[in-house]
């Protein structure tokens, strides 16, 4: 007897900027005793002809998101090693597959038949290998299991991956040992570290990354002790810890910009998701919706504050995390890339980002040149020479790219559109800067449902002995500060005397580091 078939359809993309298709493969499976019919999917790299790792959206004819059992699931999709048997109830599913950023998606559909039995391999194209090129990708924002890491990390073609496993609420270390050797390898290049840390509270979030023992934070008050007393325990105990400031938008950046003792701030954020932006934190200091009112302004806000940051001299490394298994997107679906010379470490993946030779995504792929340099360099010259750059970009994308922007000391210099990018073929327009400033290339795709872009770190100008300092710039934060300890005194005026006089001393010597800032500004 001839069984029935499943009926399979892939629905090809094509790819926007670097030429192709994209195909994939799926697979899924329903609870056995409901199960209808069979399908075994198998998943490989087309050039190589290989079984890769990949993660699976798929959904039923109601679109209810399906789970495949034993394999690591969050929100609506699961990752898989690139073979599975999927046994479900007749009907029809949709079916997207990804692989991280350098594949091309396959979107397709399948009905299931009484009985239906088949096997299929569906073929996913790398249209780019970014690592050949020296550019190794991170997320900084991973509330994922660590036993489920190194797959998560195979399917979406991930490099760098600190887990978060202490934060306020909870403590993954207080019942076992910290481990001796909190750095996991796995593929030869895949490193994901077990300590990663997040400090919650009514000022904002930062994360903690390479440290050696948690902090003590677990009881902190939403606005005592300070999140700023930490941030200095964490520097004298801990050298090397990293922090990274989990967006730009939250009431305490001044204060620990002020500080001296952050590393990095995430652009690409957990406010913007696979398929959707996230509504803006109530917790944290309310956009000018006048200036960023669409849906999208959210990302667009983020890019501004730290642009203002920028415009005050502070050199402060962009960064990006998913917050994936808090906010619905996959591990990656936000990422920074960092360019690493030669061997690739984990090491030397820290010290590229803080040398800012480095971009965010969360889509677009780029490869920024300006004059045979990285983002994160300073072009030098003496006092009155005037300094003219050359910048190109190569550009990859599944996405339709919007526009291209040159943002130079704050404002969009140059807006290209794509026609003119490939007529140009890769040359961008010529900068000039007659003092010292700072330049960053952008990429916004055509998406109304969230914020899709990828940005430089910024490229930096300095003529003389000039660092150039916006009056304007200094002023919004400045202001953003005032704010904060208008609300603080109201907030704390019934806590302890002792506990009042700590947590507002940290604002009191942020307000003076921002005044002091604003009569050395040269620039309006």
């Known amino acids: 007897m001839r069984r029935a078939t499943p009926s399979f359809h892939l629905i090809p993309r094509t790819l926007a900027v670097a030429a192709g298709l994209m195909l994939g493969a799926l697979t899924l499976q329903v609870p056995a005793q409901a199960a209808n019919g069979r399908l075994k999917v198998i998943i490989v790299d087309k050039e190589t002809g290989q079984p890769i790792p990949c993660r699976i959206h798929l959904q039923n004819q109601k679109g209810v998101a399906q789970k495949a059992g034993g394999l690591p699931f969050w929100s609506d999709h699961f990752v898989c090693p690139g073979t599975l048997e999927l046994s479900f109830r007749k ?171 952050v590393d990095s701030i995430e652009l690409a954020n957990s406010q913007m998701n696979r398929s959707k932006m996230q509504p803006d934190d109530p917790a944290g200091r309310p956009r000018d919706k006048q200036r960023f009112r669409d849906g999208l302004g959210g990302g667009h806000s983020s890019q501004h504050i730290y642009y203002q940051l920028l415009n005050c001299g502070i050199r402060l490394a962009p960064s990006a995390g998913s917050g994936t298994g808090v906010v619905p997107n996959p591990l990656g679906y936000n990422r920074v890339y960092v360019h690493v010379e030669g061997e690739f470490t984990y090491a030397k993946w820290w010290e590229g980002l803080r040398d800012g030779r480095s971009f965010v995504t969360n889509g677009p792929l780029l490869r920024p040149d300006v004059e045979g340099e990285l983002p994160g360099h300073t072009f030098a010259a003496t006092q009155g020479e005037t300094i003219t750059l050359n910048p190109f970009l190569s550009l990859s994308t599944r996405d339709k790219i919007d526009y291209l922007d040159i943002v130079q ?107 002091e800032l604003l009569l050395r500004a040269n620039a309006e």
Do not use: C
Not at 130 to 141: F, R
């Open 91 to 261: 009907g029809n599913y949709t079916f997207e597959i990804e692989r991280g950023l350098e594949y091309l998606w396959q979107k397709g559909y399948f009905v299931i038949n009484e009985n239906a039995q088949d096997e299929k391999k569906i073929e996913l194209r790398r249209f780019i290998n970014m690592s050949e090129h020296g550019w190794y990708s991170g997320d900084l924002h991973v509330h994922r299991p660590a036993k489920d890491m190194e797959l998560l990390m195979q399917a979406d073609d991930l490099h760098v991956a600190p887990v978060i496993s202490w934060w306020n609420e909870k403590n993954d270390w207080t019942s076992k040992a910290i481990p001796k050797e909190p750095i996991i390898t796995h593929d030869k290049n895949r490193f994901y570290h077990l300590m990663g840390g997040e400090d919650e509270r009514a000022g904002g979030t930062l994360l903690y990354f390479n440290s050696s023992e948690p902090l003590n934070i677990a009881g902190a008050k939403a606005e005592s002790p300070s999140s700023l007393k930490f941030i200095y325990q964490a520097r004298e105990k801990q050298p090397n810890v990293w922090i990274d400031i989990e967006k730009p938008l939250w009431w305490d950046l001044p204060a620990w910009i002020a500080s001296g003792k």
């Open 409 to 515: 000391d704050g404002d969009v210099r140059y807006s290209i559109r794509l026609d003119e990018y490939a007529k140009l073929k890769g040359k961008l327009p010529a900068l000039e800067f007659k003092r010292s400033g700072w330049f960053v290339i952008r990429a916004v795709a055509e998406n109304d449902k969230t914020f899709r872009f990828a940005a430089t770190a910024p490229y930096f100008v300095k003529i003389g002995d000039e660092i150039r300092i916006s009056k304007r710039s200094v002023q919004y934060f400045l202001d953003w500060e005032n704010e904060r300890i208008a609300k603080l005194e109201e907030l704390l005026k019934d806590a302890p005397a002792e506990e009042r006089a700590e947590t507002m001393g940290f604002h009191e010597a942020s307000r003076k580091f921002w005044s």
